[in-house]
């Protein structure tokens, strides 16, 4: 079983940045696309951003490119999601998410409070 847990949320005014970080306990890190997904008051959950573990690539939703950037450390077994120009609507509980196979794996989440 692999457990993923989330760190670095916060409270933070709009127009500021904050750094999500994730860490897998698993010795086949490299081998899992990693993700973010976030799920505010009332909304269901959604996609935010992920890379793959073959190519590096990166993928975002719409409402964060160009704001938001996701790295991975496999020598760290680490997954980070940098936000930069927060929005009030970028608040939410973000949650870890790892892939391997088509199983996923969910971390608690973490909350991100952007004020006005």
């Known amino acids: 079983q692999v457990q993923v847990e989330e760190s670095g949320g916060g409270l933070v005014q709009a127009g500021g940045s904050l750094r999500l970080s994730c860490a897998a306990s698993?010795?086949?890190?490299?081998?899992?696309?990693m993700g973010w997904f976030r799920q505010a008051p009332g909304k269901e959950r959604e996609f935010v951003a992920r890379?793959?573990?073959?190519?590096?690539?990166?993928y975002y939703a719409d409402s964060v490119k160009g704001r938001f950037t996701i790295s991975r450390d496999n020598a760290k077994n680490t997954v980070y999601l940098q936000m930069n120009s927060l929005k009030p609507e970028d608040t939410a509980v973000y949650y870890c998410?790892?892939?391997?196979?088509?199983?996923?794996?969910w971390g608690q989440g973490t909350q991100v409070i952007v004020s006005a």
């Open positions: 998410n790892g892939n391997r196979y088509g199983i996923n794996y």
């Open positions: 698993t010795r086949t890190f490299s081998t899992y696309t």
């Open positions: 890379i793959s573990w073959s190519t590096g690539n990166p």
